[in-house]
């Protein structure tokens, strides 16, 4: 059965960071993008940023450009989260889903996505 596992959450302080990773459990799709969301209370799977199966599209929500950085080591079956400059606002349960499929660009549309992974908690705090 495919699952997809993150790792690397934390307690960080504000300006601190963080790197995330995520990798799929069962087999290896051959070819799937991965989002990262984080979960907002009241209003469901807040998006943070994508990357499709090849690394070449990427996107990031306004709330984290310029301080998250997305990549993917396909080699290692990986895909990292770099969180720079953490905000105490950061505070969520980090997700990262799975999209099936071979795509030009990726989505930040979270019912686009296929597989979910449990979350990580990431708390940010003095």
């Known amino acids: 059965q495919l699952q997809f596992v993150e790792s690397g959450g934390g307690l960080v302080q504000p300006g601190g960071s963080l790197r995330l990773s995520c990798a799929p459990s069962?087999?290896?799709?051959?070819?799937?993008?991965i989002g990262w969301f984080r979960q907002v209370p009241g209003k469901g799977h807040e998006a943070v940023s994508c990357?499709?199966?090849?690394?070449?599209?990427?996107d990031y929500a306004d709330s984290v450009k310029g301080r998250f950085t997305i990549s993917r080591d396909n080699a290692k079956n990986t895909v990292y989260l770099q969180m720079d400059s953490l905000k105490p606002e950061d505070t969520s349960i980090y997700y990262c889903?799975?999209?099936?499929?071979?795509?030009?660009?990726?989505?930040?549309?979270?019912?686009?996505?296929?597989?979910w992974g449990q979350g990580t908690q990431v708390t940010v705090s003095s």
């Open positions: 990357i499709t199966s090849s690394g070449g599209s990427t």
């Open positions: 889903a799975a999209r099936l499929g071979l795509f030009r660009v990726c989505v930040l549309r979270p019912h686009e996505y296929d597989y």
């Open positions: 069962g087999f290896t799709p051959d070819y799937y993008d």
